[in-house]
């Protein structure tokens, strides 16, 4: 018979534990600006990489096209993001920020900011940024 499996041996549980805490950091100085950490990071990548199309926006966010739908709506419906459709392919539709986007985007990174400052400080800045090099690799 196996031993029941202890919370604290289990990576995943861990990760997803320390995943909603560091969000709700987020999310609490992102909400100043009525936006959730996820709205946060398309804008994000939206604003580095203006005139994605899902499925390339849904590769760089390691996200289901289903669920980065769901994110996007919210978005789209306020006026932050645009779409509109490639000039390769009528069928396919790029994403980037509206003018109201890039002002909101604005904001939101002084937001972002205080977020990642108040992590930082708790965290401490070496072991943050070694953190981010670890999870980043365990998606590349």
Known sequence: MNRPISYDECNCFAL???ARHVTQ??????????????QFT???KLARTPKLTMLDLADAM?????TLVRAMKPLQRDGLVETESAE????TFEFSL??????????AAVAWRAAQDEF?????RARAKALRSELFDITE
């Not at 390769?88 to 069928?91: A, F, L, M, T, V």
């Open 88 to 91: 390769h392919d009528g069928r």
């Open 62 to 66: 390691v996200m289901d096209r289903t």
């Open 120 to 124: 930082e400080e708790k965290f401490g």
């Open 42 to 44: 398309i804008l994000a």
């Open 16 to 18: 997803r534990q320390a």
């Open 98 to 107: 509206s003018k109201s986007g890039e002002k909101t985007f604005d904001r």
């Open 25 to 38: 950091i987020y999310e609490r100085h992102l909400g100043q600006v009525g936006l959730t950490a996820a």
